[in-house]
């Protein structure tokens, strides 16, 4: 009963201390964080895309710092000497003492990502070839992405094995079709061709451009690509170069100009025979 009041007083003199600090070093993130969204707010120096990555970075940093800082200071007030035995030990045969392995794990890894600039807040990503969507925090233990139907995934750093990035400088559209073999090839190229001088124009200002401003790659075509594919008709190819942020949109425009373009010309594609036979 004594060790129990003796307990209560000691944490009752300590709470305020442990209160105090908690709420200083929540406002010390807050500042650090609301300072850096500040600065890049009135500053130009970089590109808004690697903005946005240096704020999740800091900002993971911080709490982090401030986490752990926080739990060494909470020890060492009800652990006598603390500070000696923190420096006796080790910083390293601490950290594996508490099983964080995994955790250096993810933090190298979240550090290797962000200097080798793989990816950036925002961008549109493949990882493992299992997981697709645009990446909204990078951490140094975890990466999160927010995939199309709106679910967020958050993987662990140091499970990123490979990772395709459709956000670095430019993408090239390409798409393919298959026309059949009743339709002659010259008016096909025709009308491919007027689709492409339309494709231009619509998509002049989503097209990557060289210094000098001139299409690195207009939209064009890439020629037949198959002569008999399935062995049902041609395979014709149309492609061109456009930003890497406006490729979806760009991509989804291709399509619809193609479609309507064959359509108006009646250029006849191929189409899924089913035959059914009755028998009696």
């Given at each position: 009963?004594?060790?129990k009041?003796?307990?209560t007083?000691i944490?009752?003199?300590?709470?305020?201390?442990i209160l105090?600090?908690?709420v200083?070093?929540?406002?010390?993130?807050?500042?650090?964080?609301?300072?850096?969204?500040?600065?890049f707010?009135?500053?130009?120096?970089?590109?808004?895309?690697?903005?946005?990555?240096?704020?999740?970075?800091v900002?993971?940093?911080t709490?982090?710092?401030a986490?752990?800082?926080?739990?060494f200071?909470v020890?060492?007030?009800f652990?006598?000497?603390?500070?000696?035995?923190l420096?006796?030990?080790?910083?390293?045969?601490?950290?594996?003492g508490?099983?964080?392995?995994?955790?250096?794990?993810?933090?190298?890894?979240?550090?290797?990502?962000?200097?080798?600039r793989?990816?950036?807040?925002?961008?549109?990503?493949?990882?493992?070839n299992?997981?697709?969507?645009?990446?909204?925090?990078i951490?140094?233990?975890?990466?999160?992405?927010?995939?199309?139907?709106g679910?967020?995934?958050?993987?662990?750093?140091g499970?990123?094995r490979?990772?395709?990035?459709?956000?670095?400088?430019?993408?090239?559209?390409?798409?393919s079709?298959?026309?059949s073999?009743?339709e002659d090839?010259?008016?096909v190229?025709?009308?491919?061709?007027?689709?492409?001088?339309?494709?231009n124009?619509?998509?002049?200002?989503?097209?990557?451009?060289d210094?000098?401003?001139?299409?690195?790659?207009?939209?064009?075509?890439?020629?037949?690509?198959a002569?008999n594919?399935?062995?049902?008709?041609?395979?014709?190819?149309?492609?061109?170069?456009?930003?890497?942020?406006?490729?979806?949109?760009?991509?989804l425009?291709?399509?619809?100009?193609?479609?309507?373009?064959?359509?108006?010309?009646?250029?006849?594609m191929?189409?899924?025979?089913?035959?059914?036979?009755?028998?009696?």
């Amino acid at each position: 009963m004594r060790m129990k009041e003796t307990l209560t007083e000691i944490f009752q003199n300590k709470i305020i201390d442990i209160l105090l600090v908690a709420v200083i070093l929540w406002i010390g993130v807050f500042i650090i964080n609301r300072l850096v969204q500040l600065f890049f707010k009135r500053t130009d120096f970089i590109e808004e895309k690697k903005e946005k990555t240096i704020e999740s970075l800091v900002r993971s940093v911080t709490q982090y710092t401030a986490t752990i800082g926080f739990i060494f200071y909470v020890i060492s007030l009800f652990v006598h000497d603390f500070g000696k035995i923190l420096a006796g030990a080790g910083v390293a045969g601490i950290v594996i003492g508490f099983g964080a392995q995994s955790l250096i794990k993810d933090v190298l890894a979240g550090v290797f990502l962000i200097y080798e600039r793989q990816l950036h807040k925002g961008d549109y990503v493949t990882v493992n070839n299992l997981f697709n969507g645009t990446v909204e925090e990078i951490g140094l233990r975890s990466l999160q992405i927010r995939e199309w139907s709106g679910k967020l995934l958050t993987i662990s750093n140091g499970e990123v094995r490979q990772i395709e990035n459709y956000n670095i400088d430019f993408m090239r559209i390409t798409e393919s079709f298959l026309i059949s073999f009743k339709e002659d090839p010259d008016r096909v190229y025709s009308v491919l061709e007027e689709a492409c001088d339309m494709l231009n124009e619509e998509l002049r200002d989503s097209l990557k451009r060289d210094e000098f401003g001139n299409p690195t790659e207009p939209f064009q075509i890439h020629g037949i690509t198959a002569l008999n594919k399935i062995n049902r008709g041609v395979e014709f190819t149309v492609k061109g170069m456009v930003k890497d942020d406006d490729y979806f949109s760009a991509s989804l425009a291709v399509r619809r100009v193609l479609v309507r373009q064959l359509y108006q010309n009646n250029v006849q594609m191929l189409e899924e025979a089913v035959r059914i036979e009755r028998t009696q």
